[in-house]
């Protein structure tokens, strides 16, 4: 029988924290502790080579053995797929920022153990087993949006280090459903006639780069974009001094640059219209 964890769904911890709570290893995906009779299994989404997921509230997790093809009977891929029946408990965490262990439940299987194709070790496609568990008590832990941002930056960023061929190695293999993430946020209500205004205010042209509205919307309007020069998510005001219309590439290219260059132009516009 398992020893009761006190642990909360929800809680972040350190490696050490986790080692001493369940009294497992320090290091590797699967963790087999025989002093709480529990396996401990790590989703790593900074460093692992593994492409685990959620997908309809079922999380399909890759097993254990880093070079060719995996076994179903090796180590913990064992001890895992036969949880229905050795009476050892299995515990979810995941990590999505370097040294923090988001724990999220205590996971069942939701249905037999499966083989997909994902690169090894050695970058050489293999047969891995996938395990799809379901939490037994509730859905997985929501995320910030800040969270969630942070969380898919830490993909973009392991993306961007591969080569052209691993890249077509990694989409060749990819799932064909993607991956989910429960998501909370705070949506801050836009005046409408402070948006309004700075499009009619615009006559058809980008506020930044001056360029024609790059189409007509269904109601036969110049298309553009309201923007707040200081972003309202930054503490900025919902007000006519603070918002322009732009063009969808210069909306984008201010969330993903927000260049000084480019603010102090779209200041200096606003205190010339005033």
């Known amino acids: 029988?398992?020893?009761?964890?006190?642990?909360?769904?929800?809680?972040?911890?350190?490696?050490?924290?986790?080692?001493?709570?369940?009294?497992?290893?320090?290091?590797?995906?699967?963790?087999?502790?025989?002093?709480?009779?529990t396996l401990v299994i790590v989703s790593n989404h900074v460093a692992s080579i593994y492409d685990d997921r959620w997908v309809e509230g079922i999380f399909h997790y890759t097993g254990m053995g880093q070079l060719g093809d995996q076994s179903l009977t090796y180590a913990q891929n064992k001890t895992l797929a036969e949880i229905s029946t050795n009476g050892v408990e299995v515990n979810l965490f995941e990590v999505d920022k370097e040294g923090e262990y988001r724990y999220q439940g205590l996971v069942e299987l939701a249905g037999n153990p499966y083989q997909e194709t994902q690169p090894d070790q050695s970058k050489t496609?293999?047969?891995?087993?996938?395990?799809?568990?379901?939490?037994?008590?509730?859905?997985?832990?929501?995320?910030?949006?800040?969270?969630?941002?942070?969380?898919?930056?830490?993909?973009?960023?392991?993306?961007?280090?591969?080569s052209l061929d691993e890249l077509t190695?990694?989409?060749?293999?990819?799932?064909?459903?993607?991956?989910?993430?429960?998501?909370?946020?705070?949506?801050?209500?836009?005046?409408?006639?402070?948006?309004?205004?700075?499009?009619?205010?615009?006559?058809?042209?980008?506020?930044?780069?001056?360029?024609?509205?790059p189409f007509l919307d269904s109601k036969g309007m110049p298309y553009?974009?309201?923007?707040?020069?200081?972003?309202?998510a930054k503490g900025g005001d919902d007000t006519i001094a603070n918002t322009v219309a732009l063009c969808p590439n210069c909306h984008r290219k201010m969330h993903i640059l927000n260049l000084d260059s480019d603010r102090e132009h779209l200041n200096a516009l606003k205190i010339k219209v005033k």
């Not at 553009?224 to 309202?232: A, F, G, K, N, S």
Request: hydrophobic content about 35%; proline content about 5%; some cysteine.
């Open 1 to 37: 029988m398992a020893m009761a964890v006190d642990i909360a769904r929800g809680s972040v911890i350190n490696n050490d924290q986790l080692c001493s709570l369940f009294g497992c290893s320090p290091q590797g995906g699967m963790r087999r502790s025989l002093k709480t009779n």
């Open 169 to 213: 190695q990694k989409a060749k293999n990819a799932p064909k459903k993607a991956g989910e993430r429960t998501v909370t946020s705070i949506q801050r209500e836009r005046d409408p006639y402070v948006s309004m205004l700075a499009k009619r205010n615009a006559n058809g042209k980008c506020d930044l780069c001056e360029g024609e509205a």
């Open 224 to 232: 553009l974009e309201t923007h707040h020069i200081v972003w309202l």
């Open 125 to 162: 496609d293999r047969l891995v087993w996938v395990f799809p568990l379901r939490l037994k008590d509730g859905s997985p832990i929501p995320y910030s949006s800040k969270e969630f941002e942070i969380a898919q930056e830490v993909r973009e960023k392991k993306a961007k280090k591969l």
